[in-house]
């Protein structure tokens, strides 16, 4: 059950990730992944585990502790950098915002992702409607922008524009993922190491017997 956990959670939050790859890089999901990977291989590991309890078998109760502390150690490696991409965060969303900002007016991808988080975080531009002056040179912003608009008015402007800029809402959002990831990691190698220690007690209890 913790293996299916693990490969949902890591298969969400790398959609969300590849989501708004546009402005976090595509280097940024390969905690996620890794930990798909990871929640397939406690899946099979865990398996193994049953089978050993089930038959009594010391060898491959061994076998599958050996394995249940690589994983420990590649949970703990994800719990790490689930917390460091949380502190890059900004930096790389800044860099991001303003690439596909200086190419919109050429990059149709570069249109399609604004389109999409101006829509889906309900924001416009990156601090604010006024950074789309100088591509627009006017007051006109892109429909993205306005969420709510009185009728008869088909021009989006600044007047109708959302008012928050797309760089805080993002940053919030994908941060709050990024410290999700960090504590399953933390939060699993715990429950891996309790349920490590039960087994080799049982080890040395059949042992014994």
Known sequence: ITGLVVIVTGAIIQSNYYHYSNFVGDNFWTAPIVLIVIGSIIFVVACFGCCGAAKESPCMIITFSIFLALVFLAEIGIGIAGY???????GILEKGFNKTLD?????KGAQEAWNLVQSEMVCCGIKGPEDWEPIYKNDTVPRACCHRMPVGVNKCTREYASTEGCFSKLSSYLGSKSLILAGIGIGLAI?????????????????RN
């Open 84 to 90: 460091y991409k949380h502190e890059e965060l900004s």
């Open 103 to 107: 190419s919109y007016a050429t990059d």
């Open 191 to 207: 429950v891996q190491v309790r349920g490590q220690r039960e087994n080799w007690c049982a080890l040395k209890l059949n042992t």
